[in-house]
């Protein structure tokens, strides 16, 4: 069973330019989530996509944007750089039928804003 | 809105049991969390409380108290592949997967 896949592992970027960040769902996951993880802090909720649509999403600004494909994948958008988005951006997908509904999580995609 | 703490960093030695404890302040509540993070790895799930009790899972155990507002993570027998960061989350009714992370209490296990 292949697990929760993300990309690039690490990139860097300037102030005020673009960023996307592309991540893999477990198979059979049909639901993923975002979060943003600073240095020292614990991962912080950005958004989370069920069958295409957003259905809930934290306190980060609208630049903050994403999309989930038919086949669950999803990416993460991040407009106008902030040296603050300076952080490892973590994918995590869950299956809809789990009791539990555990996060699985991926490595993440360190992004430094200079 | 969400409130988790947790102590952020704890040390211990080799075959010992360590405590990790975190208390959280939510406006409602749907289970709590707790993964372990490995430094430069993706966290990994540990254990789930929904009811009130004890959980156990092999060396591992966690604890709830949902009138407390308490958690504890309870670890046995120490190894050294055990000092990473363990991070407490709690679930609101809002989201099936929006969690409420704390900042993570950092274990290091010693010889």
């Known amino acids: 069973e292949t697990g929760v896949t993300q990309s690039p592992t690490h990139l860097i970027k300037t102030r005020g330019q673009q960023v996307t960040l592309r991540c893999s769902s477990q198979?059979?996951?049909?639901?993923v989530s975002w979060y943003q993880q600073a240095l020292g802090q614990g991962p912080q909720f950005i958004f989370q996509y069920y069958r295409e649509e957003e259905n809930g999403r934290g306190n980060f600004p609208p630049r903050f944007s994403g999309l989930q494909f038919p086949n669950y994948s999803s990416e993460l958008n991040v407009n106008a750089l902030e040296l603050d988005d300076s952080a490892l951006y973590l994918c995590a997908s869950s299956p809809g039928t789990s009791k539990v509904g555990e996060l699985f999580f991926g490595e993440g995609s360190r992004l430094t804003v200079l | 809105g969400q409130n988790i703490d947790q102590p952020t960093e704890m040390t211990a030695t080799e075959g010992a049991i360590v405590q990790i404890n975190c208390t959280y302040q939510?406006?409602?509540?749907?289970?709590l969390f707790w993964y372990q993070q490995h430094a430069g790895e993706a966290p990994t799930f540990l254990s789930y409380?929904?009811?009130?009790g004890l959980e156990e899972k092999g060396r591992f155990s966690s604890f709830l108290s949902r009138s407390k507002g308490y958690s504890y993570l309870l670890l046995k027998e120490l190894q050294m592949k055990d000092s990473a960061s363990y991070l407490c989350?709690?679930?609101?009714?809002?989201?099936?997967?929006?969690?409420?992370f704390g900042k993570g209490t950092m274990l290091l296990v010693s010889p």
């Open positions: 989350a709690v679930r609101d009714r809002t989201g099936y997967s929006t969690l409420t």
């Open positions: 409380n929904v009811l009130d």
């Open positions: 198979s059979g996951h049909n639901t």
């Open positions: 939510t406006s409602g509540f749907n289970g």
